[in-house]
T-cell receptor, first 109, second 114 residues
């Protein structure tokens, strides 16, 4: 069974701080996606990483795919209250997405 | 461009009943996937439909079933409801359901079983 472990499960920090959340697996994925889900809404795709070692930036968010394509990280610089949400990673395997349980992030003003 | 629409948004049922949830994908999208989301468990894949055929299935009991119509709209049915079926049910659509293709989610149906 393929699993994606996300850590930490919960993170509450002050506005302006930096943070990193992780997505780890013992399996290799052909691609990995990061989503953000806000209360009462469905997940929204932030980024897809495909190549081992790939780094993608989305404003203050930096996503990295591990060299072996088994893990990924999301780094947020100078977090803002608008970054609050559930961050989910999902690895693509055949025609399925294998999902992590998510990191619940709260940014306090 | 309209997004993915799920109806109803909220539903309350009792044990033993059955329920049907509906999902209208983005126009032009032919792949529809269904997920169950519970706190701490993340998203669990139920099944994926493409061109009216179930193409992939997750590890859920036969009480969970679905179908897709010629206009790509999809329905999910759960029979003999159990307390553990309480969850947020999400559907997601994509063009072809190909590897790495972005999935677009609806806002879900919150199902509560009493």
């Amino acid at each position: 069974t393929q699993l994606l472990e996300q850590s930490p499960q919960f993170l509450s920090i002050q506005e302006g701080e930096n943070l990193t959340v992780y997505c780890n697996s013992s399996s290799v994925f052909s691609s990995l996606q990061w989503y953000r889900q806000e209360p009462g809404e469905g997940p929204v795709l932030l980024v897809t990483v495909v190549t081992g070692g790939e780094v993608k930036k989305l404003k203050r968010l930096t996503f990295q795919f591990g060299d072996a394509r088994k893990d990924s990280s999301l780094h947020i610089t100078a977090a803002q209250p608008g970054d609050t949400g559930l961050y989910l990673c999902a690895g693509r395997s055949n025609y399925q997405l294998i999902w992590g349980a998510g990191t619940k992030l709260i940014i306090k003003p | 461009k309209a997004g993915v629409t799920q109806t109803p948004r909220y539903l309350i049922k009792t044990r033993g009943q059955q329920v049907t949830l509906s999902c209208s994908p983005i126009s032009g999208h032919r792949s529809v996937s269904w997920y169950q989301q519970t706190p701490g468990q993340g998203l669990q894949f139920l099944f994926e439909y493409f061109s009216e055929t179930q193409r992939n299935k997750g590890n859920f009991p036969g009480r969970f079933s679905g179908r897709q119509f010629s206009n790509s709209r999809s329905e999910m049915n759960v029979s003999t409801l159990e307390l553990g079926d309480s969850a947020l049910y999400l559907c997601a659509s994509s063009l072809e359901g190909l590897l790495g293709e972005p999935q677009h989610f609806g806002d879900g149906t919150r199902l509560s079983i009493l």
